[in-house]
């Protein structure tokens, strides 16, 4: 009796065992499923991030690229106003618009509705001028109006 008393307590925890089993099978199942998705995840994150680097190291690349272009810029620009050439420009144009106040009797100056006033008609007519940027326009060539943004063509004077 004690042989079949030992096999049915046996049974009976075998039964209460194994459902205790099985949720701890399941368990480790699902612990090792979340591990390989995770994995998974990581490897694509990780695929996914490599990407994201690159395009923010080409972004800053391209910042720095446009940063060096800029002080260049600025530095030309430093050059040419702090220069020789800068500052003889401005003497040429103080120099014309200086001597448009005494263009001429009131009667003898432009009245015409392209006239823009004695100063900026000197200074668009003072051969003088016709090189002072360092860009010559050649006699009679045709001049080529272009709209500012937002402005249509055709309501250009």
Do not use: Y
Request: hydrophobic share 35%.
């Amino acid at each position: 009796m004690t042989t079949t008393w030992l096999r049915s307590l046996a049974k009976k925890s075998a039964k209460a065992l194994l459902p205790e089993a099985e949720m701890s099978v399941t368990a480790l199942a699902a612990a090792e499923e979340r591990e390989q998705c995770s994995a998974a995840i990581l490897t694509k994150r990780g695929g996914e991030l490599v990407a994201v680097a690159e395009k923010l190291r080409q972004a800053d690349e391209h910042i720095q690229s446009l940063q060096k272009k800029f002080t260049r810029a600025r530095d030309k620009f430093d050059e040419l106003q702090g220069g020789a050439t800068w500052s003889t420009r401005w003497e040429v144009l103080d120099n014309v618009a200086e001597g448009a106040g005494t263009v001429g009797a009131p009667e003898e100056m432009r009245t015409d509705e392209d006239s823009q006033g004695p100063s900026i008609d000197a200074l668009t007519e003072d051969p003088r001028l016709d090189d002072v940027f360092g860009e010559t326009e050649a006699e009679g060539a045709p001049v080529t109006q272009v709209a500012p943004p937002g402005v249509d063509e055709e309501t250009v004077p």
